[in-house]
């Protein structure tokens, strides 16, 4: 099962598919979005608020986000462990980056919940 | 023709410099050892490693204006005067153009380049099809030059623990090679977060390699070997600390 290199038993793997599969689920988002812009082509307030009010639009958007956040999680931990060298240094840069996106993602989900 | 050359004898030398050279060179002179070969002439304390001076042996491998590449089969008439010789970068350096490649070879010797088969003994020779013999076309030739890994840098930020385009393709053509029986050990031997995921696909390894060899590709076959391996295993208990079985 594709899901075993997920665990820990593959503590290289699993965070390089893991970048690989969150990216596919933002690639599909981004897809879909186009389509219904394209299809639906929003011009007033009314209309966009109509087009992402729907519940299953909101989870796909949060979906969205939470891939994004993992994906840019992933992405800054190889940077920071290829050029901080630092232990104690990379730990803190890692917790920023960390309360960001959680920030973020709270901040989206506010804001989605509150259309 | 004009060169500037890395100098550096640490018995002498407080630290390195470029020396430059401006050299005549004779008509039979076309490949940038000749022109190392001349200079030497007029400075014999210029180190440098040679051997088989037509790109098999991968001795002279060198920082050429910025870009690694094998002495020998640099051609003169492509390259840029002043021409900027340094040693490989991301090693240490013994002496002018010499770096010491121990680094190297440990993780060389790290994928145990060699083919691990129990089977008894064969009368003759262990046999492959054909086409099993040509999936190791495009890694058997490695030369061991060391120029993609010295350009790697992946390498240059861990080099004590990432495996390096070179070591890595090599694991690959074991790994690819029908006669071998260790492939499971060979893909766990890579499962550490820096000795095979620490290539984020830059490709300065393909852009450098004197043979034309892609160590990129072997280094993606490693992951989808991974993975196509995996699909056959029993399914996951606990996925990030959370139990799903």
Redesign the interface.
Known sequence: ????????K????????TQRLTALVMAAYLVLVILLLVIVQPARFEAWHALVSPVWFRLATILFFASLCMHAWLGVR?VL???VFNQGLRGYLQIIVDVLLVIYFVWLCFILWNL | MKFSIYRYNPDVDAKPYMQEFDVALQEEDHMLLDALLRIKELDDTLSLRKSCREGVCGSDAMNINGKNGLACITKLADLEEPIVLRPMPGLPVIRDLIVDMTQFFEHYNSVKPYLINHDPLPETERLQSPEDRAKLDGMYECILCGACTTSC??FW??PDKFVGPSGLMQANRFIMDSRDQAIEERLEN?????????C?NIMNCVEVCPKKLNPNAAIANI?DL??AR??D?????????IK?G
């Open positions: 099962m594709l899901i075993e290199l997920l665990t820990d593959y503590p290289g793997m699993r965070f390089w598919l190889d462990r290829d050029y | 840098p992946s930020w861990n890579l499962e550490d977060p820096y000795r095979l995921y620490r984020h992951k991974k993975i995996a699909k295993k029993k399914p996951a208990k606990k996925i990030f600390g799903v």
